[in-house]
Every structure is written in structure tokens, then in C-alpha cells.
């Protein structure tokens, strides 16, 4: 079992940078393919960056490449996500997800992964 607890949101301007924290309780974390979520109002949950075990690759969708940037220190069982230029269409409370698949690779789909944090919100002012 991996307890994940998110951190860092907040109300900010346009243009403005944030940047989320995400720490887990299990040394299994250092394994797992952790992804960030967001979920706006009426909308549903949708991927926004992931990363695998050490790092190496990531993923992100359209509309955040080049503004969001996912990090992780397994060291510190802690996984980032550094959002620049943000926009009032990033408001969404934001979740850190992490995929029960040692070594496996990300998926967009948040049915495929089983720990989740509680979430924390994140409002762009324009």
C-alpha cells in the first residue's frame, strides 16, 4: 500500500509559476510510474504529465508541453510538477496518481493506476 499527499497548490495569477509536491509513504514509490491528474469542475479527470521509475521519460499533454515539467527524487520519495506560464484553463484540482507496475511504463488512462493522493487545487485569476 503507497499513501500518497499532494502539496503546493494555490491561487494564482496568469503567467504565474506553482509548483506541486507529491511524497509517498512506501519505498515501493521508487518503482512505480507516477503520472499527475487534473479534474476541473464538470469535467472529467485528465492526464497532465508522467514519469517513469528513474525519470528517464516523460509525458505530457499538448496543451502543458513547454509550460509543465514532471520531476521525481526517488531519494525523497517525492514526485514535482513544476507548472510555468499558467493559464486560467490549468484551474483544476490537481491529484498525483501512482501505476502498481514495478518498472512499467506510463498510460494516460487513470483507471490504470491504483494509489491515489486526495488532491489539491490549483486557480489560475486571469
Not at 513547454?66 to 514526485?79: E, M, P
Not at 490549468?90 to 490504470?112: F, H, I, M, Q, W
Request: charged residues 20%.
Amino acid at each position: 500500500q503507497v499513501q500518497l499527499l499532494e502539496s503546493g497548490g494555490g491561487l494564482v495569477q496568469a503567467g504565474d509559476s506553482l509548483r506541486l509536491s507529491c511524497s509517498a509513504s512506501a519505498r515501493t514509490f521508487s518503482t512505480y510510474p507516477m503520472g499527475w491528474f487534473r479534474q476541473a469542475p464538470g469535467k472529467e479527470r485528465e492526464f497532465v504529465a508522467g514519469i517513469n521509475w528513474n525519470g528517464g521519460r516523460t509525458y505530457y499533454r499538448d496543451s502543458v508541453k513547454g509550460r509543465f515539467t514532471i520531476s521525481r527524487d526517488n531519494a525523497k520519495l517525492t514526485v514535482y510538477l513544476q507548472m510555468s506560464s499558467l493559464k486560467p484553463e490549468d484551474t483544476a484540482v490537481y491529484y498525483c496518481a501512482a501505476r502498481r507496475l514495478s518498472y512499467g511504463g506510463v498510460t494516460t488512462s487513470p483507471a490504470d493506476y491504483s494509489y491515489w493522493g486526495q488532491g489539491t487545487q490549483v486557480t489560475v485569476a486571469s
